[in-house]
């Protein structure tokens, strides 16, 4: 293209200009070659010539408005500075961005105000995204490290630079939130978490404000944070570089010194601070010289204690923190020293009388005459003599601000070197991401050692990033395969050079530190004369003592004044000794040497020289700061060279901290000293545009034409296009084109390359593997072309449409004539018909006018007649009334008054009747009021006052006795302290005499009678602290009696504030309709206590994971070879749950009292040792019932064994067992009834003592009679129970007789073989032997067991005894003890023992209660076991006689009615469990079972659950659901990624559970159940402590199946709903930068999903849960937590990427989330509220498509965005990009319109949706209509082992 070409009117270029850098102008004459003068217009209408001389004069071309605003620098088409800056500023000001993508760097700008874009949600939408699919952000920069990290096995490194107050700190620190949180430590060390808190603890030692910034790092740092081999965060290291010394000791007007400090004077006051003898900083030197020690904004105060929480956190313990603080502390003591010059003027010295000095001292542990002495002294040491010399006042301020300098160095160091420490992990680190926060280029007026060495580190940073952009282009090119000449960038090895080189400056630096009497003057004129010949150095005009040094960024000027003295970082070795013998560990530690070696004990004599060796120059000391620093940089380059650096540019706007400020001139300066224009650089050089081949066809193919579409392969149409294109035109362009580019670099560049670098004509683009790359400018033409294409398109569609418009305009006008002429004549025709109407109207009209005036005048005489007779007759009425009127109000009066004479003799007589009624009142209540007081005072009052508030008060009291203790130790501290000071005054008196007796007086004496003062003064403040503190003990125990009073009340006011929420709970139920906005308030409070408690239950599942993770990491780094895991330690393993086994066995005295503890609390059971000590002996009473009872457990197994084996062997050995065993049960009757009856008379006993000692109180023995009734009832109910077991006995020995009478019919109806009736004799007298035996056996077995009875009441007896004996012994040291006290303490006591000891007796009294009703339900159970026996035993009798003729046929028979009658029960041994559950849950597969019932396994499981209550075994009963829930955990732990196996599971799970419910005998659940399943229901056991484990166990089942199928369909989400084209050419590409032609993702090709494949995927998931059988509602919940997922998700990429924020994709978003709806629709799933959850993202596409320019829009935006918040709304308003020219971008003026309306919502403000949001899952009760009697089990299965009952 020409310059003819280029330069046309209404082209749009940059000028430049003095304020603004910059300035827009547009050409509005077309600019021909060889005219000097350009016609220009500003942006104000302002005309401009402007010159332009030389081709190379002609201003730079703007970027078309499709590219202004664009996330990466280096996809706009011109690439130059004017377009840097004006991307970045319009970026910046109108839609508030800060970071902007530059190529491989990430610009930063500082809005100086808070911004909401860090939180966590922010964090999780960044991980795992590639770099250049989200907006630019620091965790995008931070996410691509790690990536890379994890891909490429190689370290990474993020270097933020920039100057001071440009936010470096910030940046550093919220990328290492992004590893913490993303990359959080596996165990439970919290690495994170002390990473992130050596944040606060640096800055406050490492920080401080400057005149451009209020929290500066004056230090470089680079943190390594270290990653296992799972890129888990193991550990991290820090190291520090140039910490700026000298603000210790000076700080320039409106600047701080280090945070620490203004930290510690603003919590002087604190108790803990006060040693340190601070006040102000405004008192001391070293903190005021800035004159303003206040920052707004921040509090010093709360800051240090975010900095003692981080040192706790980091394992520093307090005596260290207090250690350190007394450090700091003295620091400003020691610069508050005053240093007195003497008269001489040579010499000087330190008042004794300093209190500063002192407080040094004393906070260091040192030698105050030492120090004061050495702070005014040096020694000089030669090689024979050491001499000690006097100091000027100059020199020792010089010394003591060295000596402030150096201890706040080491103090910094040593802090460092502890947070590494704490930072440590003994773990293999296998990589590392490294954070540098280092200090960017600075220039000052003044610039001395520090600024040399801060630019001599950009110096070498720079060269690095040059070499690295330059290096990463290269890689790009060679990939591409396309040819590329190489190309000269700056190199700035020769300013390197100069400082670090043989004989550089940093060497003569070093060599002039060395001379004895060097100077800084001698050193500049070294300078001068080694480097004149450097064109990078320059000896100013007019100083002597200064240079210049011309860094890549700017020429810095350079005083030399004090760099020798800094460089030596000189402090005395004297000084320095006096702190190494510091009495205080800590401070000795800090300046040991870690050379030095321990001295070691000799006990041999030392022998002293004479005169002392000169000490040897330390090592350590020759290394100068320039020297260090030098190696420190050096090793720093190494380590950023061994990694891949990411670069992180930071960009101060303005100079005035103003929030969202921008200035020109300071934005261009840094620009071009960080290094980014030269990235711009380098890319204009080569093909800065590139594009893939389907993005530049989908984008450009309107420029081609049909027959060019005919090829398939876009790779050549692409090609053909541009050679159609560009080329011809390249042909005909001019040279000038070329020069301008020359000229473009020149300018941007700033230093001299060679021109190999510029192209030819021929290399416009060039065609690589993947991509086309263009020069500059060449998309910037294709645009154009593709604007005008649109344009001429436009154009045509225009004209046919304005024809169209014309056509149907003049068709419509001819209709309107006809239709006129048409009514036109109808109306004439019309209105001739109403005029001859008319005409016959008037006539009628006429005559009825006429007609009815007369009418009126007869009318008119008739009224007047009628009202004179009227008036006439009313005045003779009136007259007539007025006289009956008088004679009727006289009456009244006479009445009234008759009235009132009455009314006044009564009430005389009422009051004299009320005045002697209140006296004989009065006296009553006098007589009332007496007994209330006695009745007051009494115990039983307080009782009733303190009804309900025993627990309190015994905890308030508790807390008094603590208080009352801690006083009395302190009075004893007191008293010895006291003790101890007299003590120290009488030796201090006597010292004083001894004194006075040897040198009668003294400066000794006075100083003695100071301290013998001080101690006084000490003595009376902890007199008067003694008195405080028992006022405040007082004041805090009427407090502590007050706050009892509000508890009470608050108690009333709850439990009716309860009472009232439950009224209205019910009236709502009742009530019918929509629900009411208080019905939605309680139904979301409802919602958020739900998900409040699934979220407690997610986090104890997730813990209970990591505790099974970390159990099973220790089990296997604790495997030893030897060990095996036995089947018994295994079957306890396996039955570990984390519930609480249910046994309905243990119904006694143990759940009493648990339940007893419970009640009464905690506190309140510890305090009751009386209560425990009877639950540890019920403890053992139950120990040993249950080995009792196994014994008895046992002997009836063996029964029962010999029972079946005497069955096969004969029929009379049978009847024999069961009689034995019929004996057996009633002896337990009997044995059991006399236990209770014993207990009864125990019970009755111990009640009746409590009465007798407490016969004053009424209410007690109301108490005691209530009881009584309770017992004599219980007493009754017992021998009922009695008299039915006799019923049972005899009903069981009748049964046996009539048995033997049968047997002797049919042994006699036999013929015998012989007549002898020896036989029958023996067999009688062996069943009479037999029964003699049975009747001995129970006679011994009742002797024993009366006999151990006897035992048993010895026993109680003698227990009783002791008690009353210990009773008495308490009783009287109460005695005691109470005539000791106080009378207010006596009171207190008395009131505190009553409480207690009702307490207990109603604890005793409950316990006792609960006890006898639960011994009552626990008979009732087994006498209705035992009537259900009894039954079965006469059902077999009775089927044994029918049978008799064959008897071996009666247990076939019994099979056979138990098959006819099946109970829906499945029998299965104890052995064959573990199988059960191994072929039931852990090995079967959801495809085993597809073609049977849904939900079988948890049939089957509940019809073994049936059994095992059927047949009363609560163990097995324990053992099936405990073993079902740990099976059901394992197995989804081991297949924890498998939807469709958790969906199984979580079916099945949830059919358990409505099983137990449906069948647990409650009501509520009874109500849909058939009659058959009422039969089925559980008769022994209550498992609704089951159900709540399992309703938990669902909900976690629940949640894992959200996390897989999120995990799923979260990689389909993005591309499904942003990316892929479901209306195919809707979409429009947009040119892309750097960040998106080269990610961290490089993939071959396109690799995304379609809307399609994400509905397919949503309807795998809708099947597999229907097979599986689970419940409809949890299925619509499902959806609705996979539709927010998606909603959430989709929005969130929205508001975070700039690329899809356009009209079209709001079209294709509107279209999928309507697809989304019908496929709602299709599956019966859209009234689950899963459409709702799709509202947010349907109104963010609505917004991408509404008109935005108008007060209407924007009102129409407010109520149509109702789901979205503002802060969301102006975000997608700020993204909104037009893809066309044809589009327009929304104004900021629109966009502030919208942020200032008031928003609709009270929410809180939020950007991000939450994409981990859960909302609280319900379970609803759907009981199944399926019989279990009709249950089928395949047999595939392999449950042989079953029996079904």
């Not at 403000?1805 to 199944?1824: A, E």
């Amino acid at each position: 293209m020409s310059v003819n070409e280029l330069f046309t009117k209404f082209t749009r270029v940059w000028i430049p200009d003095p304020d603004d850098v910059w300035k827009a102008a547009e050409i509005v004459r077309d600019y021909k070659e060889g005219e000097s003068v350009l016609h220009l217009k500003l942006e104000d209408e302002t005309p401009l010539e402007y010159p332009v001389g030389p081709k190379s004069n002609l201003p730079f071309l703007r970027n078309p408005d499709i590219l202004v605003g664009e996330n990466d620098l280096t996809a706009l088409s011109y690439l130059h500075e004017p377009a840097v800056l004006h991307n970045l500023k319009v970026r910046f000001l109108e839609p508030n961005h800060i970071y902007t993508y530059c190529g491989i760097v990430l610009v930063a700008i500082n809005p100086y105000e808070q911004l909401h874009i860090y939180g966590e949600e922010v964090i999780r939408a960044y991980s795992g995204q590639n770099m250049g699919d989200m907006d630019p952000h620091i965790f995008a920069v931070a996410e691509e490290a790690y990536k890379q990290m994890a891909r490429d096995e190689r370290n990474q490194s993020i270097i933020v630079s920039g100057e001071s107050g440009a936010g470096k700190t910030v940046s550093a620190k919220y990328a290492m939130r992004f590893f913490a949180t993303v990359g959080g430590s596996a165990s439970d060390a919290n690495v994170e978490e002390k990473v992130l808190a050596s944040n606060p603890i640096m800055e406050a030692i490492g920080n401080a404000k400057t005149t451009r910034n209020d929290n500066s790092s004056r230090f470089g740092k680079y943190i390594q944070i270290g990653f296992s081999r799972h890129y888990h965060i193991i550990g991290a290291n820090m190291r520090t570089y140039l910490l700026e010394k000298s603000r210790v000791v000076f700080q320039a007007e409106e600047e701080r010194n280090y945070h620490i400090f203004y930290q510690l004077c603003a919590s002087a006051t604190s108790p803990e601070f006060k040693d340190l003898s601070l006040t102000s900083a405004e008192d001391f030197t070293f903190t005021s010289m800035g004159e303003n020690i206040f920052i707004e904004g921040v509090n010093d105060a709360k800051d240090l204690e975010k900095t003692r929480e981080a040192f706790t956190l980091l394992g520093i313990k307090e005596g260290s923190q207090s250690s350190i603080f007394k450090v700091v502390a003295s620091i400003l003591h020691l610069g508050n020293v005053d240093i007195c010059l003497d008269r001489g003027g040579d010499s000087c010295h330190v008042s004794k009388d300093d209190l500063h000095l002192q407080h040094f001292c004393r906070l260091l542990g040192v030698e105050l005459q030492q120090m004061e002495h050495w702070l005014c002294h040096r020694k000089l040491v030669t090689a024979t003599e050491t001499y000690v010399k006097n100091m000027s006042s100059k020199q020792a301020e010089n010394a003591r601000n060295a000596l402030a300098k150096h201890i706040y160095a080491r103090m910094f160091d040593w802090i460092v070197e502890h947070i590494n420490k704490a930072l440590h992990t003994s773990a293999k680190q296998h990589s590392f991401i490294g954070v540098l926060d280092i200090y960017g280029f600075e220039t000052f007026e003044v610039n001395s050692f520090e600024q040399f060495c801060i630019n001599y580190a950009n110096e070498k940073l720079q060269q690095q990033f040059n070499s690295h952009v330059f290096k990463l282009e290269q890689e790009e090119y060679m990939k591409e395969q396309i040819p590329w000449t190489l190309i000269d960038f700056y190199d700035n090895q020769p300013c390197i050079d100069l400082i670090e080189a043989r004989l550089g400056i940093l060497d003569l630096l070093d060599e002039e530190c060395k001379v004895p009497k060097g100077t800084d003057q001698n050193w500049a004129q070294k300078l001068y004369k080694q480097n004149s010949s450097s064109a990078h150095f320059l000896k100013p005009r007019m100083s002597n003592v200064s240079f210049i040094i011309i860094h890549f960024a700017d020429k810095v000027e350079y005083q030399c004044d004090g760099f020798l003295e800094k460089n030596r970082d000189t402090v005395y070795e004297e000084q320095i000794n006096i702190l190494k013998a510091s009495q205080f560990q800590l401070v000795a530690d800090l300046f040991h040497d870690k050379g030095d070696a321990a001295p070691q004990k000799s006990s041999k004599v030392n022998v002293r020289p004479a005169k002392p060796a000169p000490r040897g120059p330390n090592k350590e000391h020759r290394k100068t700061v320039g020297h260090q620093f030098r190696s420190s940089l050096n090793l720093l380059m190494e380590t950023l060279n061994a990694t891949t650096p990411h670069y992180v540019r930071c960009i101060k706007p303005n100079d005035f901290k103003e929030p969202f400020s921008f200035d020109s001139k300071r934005a261009v300066q840094q620009l071009r000293a960080c290094g980014v224009l030269e990235t711009i650089r380098i890319s204009a050089a080569g093909y800065p545009s590139r594009w893939t081949y389907p993005d530049f066809f989908n984008r450009y193919r309107v420029l081609l034409k049909k027959s060019d579409m005919t090829s398939a392969d876009k790779k050549l149409v692409c090609k053909n296009l541009l050679e159609t294109l560009i080329k011809v035109r390249a042909v005909k362009a001019s040279r000038v084109v070329f020069d301008m580019m020359m000229m473009m670099m020149m300018m941007m560049r700033m230093k001299g390359t060679s021109s190999s670098s510029l192209h030819s004509e021929s290399d416009m683009f060039q065609f690589g593997k993947t991509k086309i790359f263009f020069r500059a400018g060449q998309v910037a033409y294709l645009e154009k072309l593709r604007a005008d294409r649109f344009r001429s398109a436009c154009i045509k569609i225009q004209k046919t449409v304005r024809g169209w418009l014309q056509r149907v305009r003049y068709r419509k006008i001819r209709k309107m004539v006809v239709t006129l002429q048409r009514y036109g004549r109808g109306y004439l025709a019309r209105r001739h018909a109403d005029f001859l109407r008319q005409s016959r109207a008037a006539l009628i009209c006429q005559k009825q006018v006429r007609m009815l005036k007369d009418r009126r005048a007869f009318l008119r005489q008739r009224r007047a007649v009628v009202t004179i007779q009227a008036f006439t007759r009313g005045m003779f009425t009136r007259r007539i009334y007025q006289e009956f009127l008088l004679h009727h109000k006289a009456m009244v009066i006479q009445k009234t008054v008759r009235g009132w004479l009455q009314r006044r003799r009564f009430l005389a007589a009422r009051d004299a009747a009320v005045t002697v009624q209140c006296a004989f009142r009065q006296l009553l209540a006098r007589r009332r009021l007496q007994q209330l007081k006695i009745e007051a005072r009494s115990a039983e009052r307080l009782k009733k006052l303190n009804t309900g508030m025993e627990n309190k008060i015994v905890q308030l009291q508790r807390k008094m006795d603590d208080q009352s203790k801690d006083l009395r130790l302190q009075k004893d501290q007191l008293l010895q302290v006291n003790s101890g000071l007299g003590s120290e005054v009488n030796k201090l008196q006597k010292q004083l005499e001894q004194a006075r007796s040897r040198q009668g007086g003294g400066a000794q004496v006075s100083s003695l009678q100071e301290e013998l003062d001080k101690l006084r003064e000490e003595l009376q403040e902890a007199a008067a602290h003694r008195k405080r503190r028992e006022e405040e003990h007082g004041n805090e125990k009427m407090g502590l009696q007050q706050r009892v009073e509000q508890l009470e009340t608050e108690n009333a006011l709850l439990k009716s504030e309860k009472e009232e929420m439950n009224q209205r709970i019910l009236q709502q139920s009742k009530s019918s309709g929509e629900p009411s906005s208080s019905q939605q308030a309680l139904q979301k409070e409802l919602d958020e206590e739900r998900q409040r408690y699934q979220n407690h239950l997610k986090e104890f599942t997730r813990l209970e994971q990591r505790y099974d993770n970390l159990k099973e990491e220790l089990s296997l780094s604790q495997f030893q070879p030897g060990h095996r895991r036995n089947p018994s330690n295994l079957s306890s393993l396996e039955s570990d749950s984390n519930y609480p086994s249910i046994s309905t066995s243990e119904v006694g005295d143990t759940e009493d009292s648990i339940q007893l503890v419970e009640e009464a609390g905690v506190e309140k059971a510890a305090m009751d040792i009386g209560l425990f000590m009877k639950l540890q002996k019920r403890v053992r009473e139950l120990e040993q019932e249950r080995k009792r009872l196994q014994v008895n457990l046992d002997k009836m197994e063996e029964l029962t064994k010999r029972r079946g084996s005497e069955s096969r062997s004969s029929p009379s050995e049978q009847e024999i067992a069961d009689q034995a065993y019929n004996n057996l049960k009633r002896e337990e009757l009997e044995s059991e009834n006399k236990k209770l009856k014993n207990d009864l008379n125990e019970v009755r006993k111990s009640v009746a003592e409590r009465a007798s000692q407490n016969d004053s109180s009424s209410e007690l023995q109301d108490g005691y009679k209530l009881l009584l009734s309770q017992l004599k009832s219980a007493n009754e109910e017992l021998d009922a129970r009695k008299e039915e077991v006799l019923i049972l006995r005899t009903q069981i020995v009748s049964n046996v007789q009539q048995r033997e009478n049968n047997d002797l019919i049919e042994s006699s109806k036999v013929p015998e073989v012989n007549n002898s009736n020896e036989p029958v004799d023996k067999e009688e007298a062996a069943k009479a032997y037999h029964g003699l035996c049975e009747s001995k056996k129970l006679l011994e077995a009742q002797l024993q067991t009366q006999s151990r009875q006897h035992k048993d009441e010895l026993e109680a007896l003698h227990t009783q005894i002791e008690l009353l004996r210990d009773d008495i012994e308490k009783k009287q040291e109460l005695l005691n003890y109470t005539a000791s006290l106080s009378p207010e303490a006596r009171v207190e006591y008395s009131v505190q023992q009553e409480i207690t000891r009702l307490t207990n007796d109603n604890l005793d009294l409950k316990e006792l209660v609960e006890k006898l009703e639960k011994n009552e339900r626990k008979l009732k159970k087994q006498l209705r076991i035992y009537m259900k026996k009894v039954q079965e035993l006469e059902v077999a009798q009775a089927a044994a006689q029918t049978s008799r003729s064959r008897p071996e046929l009666s247990r076939q028979v019994t099979v056979q009615r138990k098959e006819k009658d099946f109970e829906g029960m499945l029998e299965y041994y104890k052995e064959d469990e573990a199988l059960l559950f191994k072929t039931l849950i852990s090995d079967i597969r959801p495809n085993t079972v597809s073609g049977t019932v849904p939900c079988l396994p948890a049939y089957i499981l509940f019809m073994c659950i049936r059994h095992a209550d059927y047949v009363n075994d609560d163990e097995k009963v324990e053992s099936l659901l405990t073993s079902t829930i740990n099976s059901i955990k394992k197995v989804l732990k081991k297949n924890n990624e498998d939807f469709e196996m958790t969906s199984f599971w979580l079916a099945n799970t949830s059919r358990l559970l409505h099983c137990l419910k449906q069948y647990s005998g409650d009501e509520v659940f009874m109500t849909q159940n058939t009659g058959k399943q009422n039969e089925h229901c559980l008769k022994n056991f209550d498992l609704a402590e089951y159900r709540q484990v399992l309703s938990d166990l669902s909900i976690q089942i629940y949640q894992q199946l959200i996390k897989v199928a999120e995990g799923i369909i979260q990689p389909m989400i993005v591309s499904a709903m942003l990316e892929s084209e479901s209306i195919p050419s809707l979409a429009g590409v947009k040119p892309m930068g750097y960040r998106n032609r080269s990610s961290s993702m490089d993939t071959d090709g396109p690799s995304g999903y379609t809307l399609q494949a994400l509905i397919r995927q949503l309807g795998q998931f809708h099947a597999t849960m229907r097979d599986h059988g689970l419940d409809p509602e949890i299925v619509g919940q499902v959806a609705r937590q996979l539709f927010h997922c998606i909603n959430a998700i989709t929005l969130n990429n929205l508001l975070l990427r700039k690329d899809v924020c356009s009209w079209s994709t709001g079209m294709q978003l509107r279209y999928n989330t309507s697809q989304l709806e019908e496929w709602l629709r299709a599956n019966n799933l859209f009234q689950s509220k899963a459409a709702a959850a799709l509202e947010p993202v349907i109104q963010a596409a609505q917004l991408l498509q509404v008109k935005k320019k108008t007060t209407q829009d924007a009102e129409a935006i407010c109520s149509l965005c109702t789901a979205l918040s503002t802060q969301q709304v102006v975000k997608i308003l700020n993204l909104y990009t037009p893809l066309n020219e044809f589009e327009e971008r929304v104004s900021v003026s629109f966009i502030r319109s919208i942020q200032n309306r008031p928003p609709q919502s009270t929410d809180p403000p939020q950007l991000l949706l939450d994409t981990k949001h859960m909302f609280p899952v319900l379970f609803p009760y759907t009981p199944s209509a399926l019989s279990l009697e009709t249950m089928h089990i395949p047999a595939s299965l392999g449950l042989d082992f079953l029996v079904r009952v």
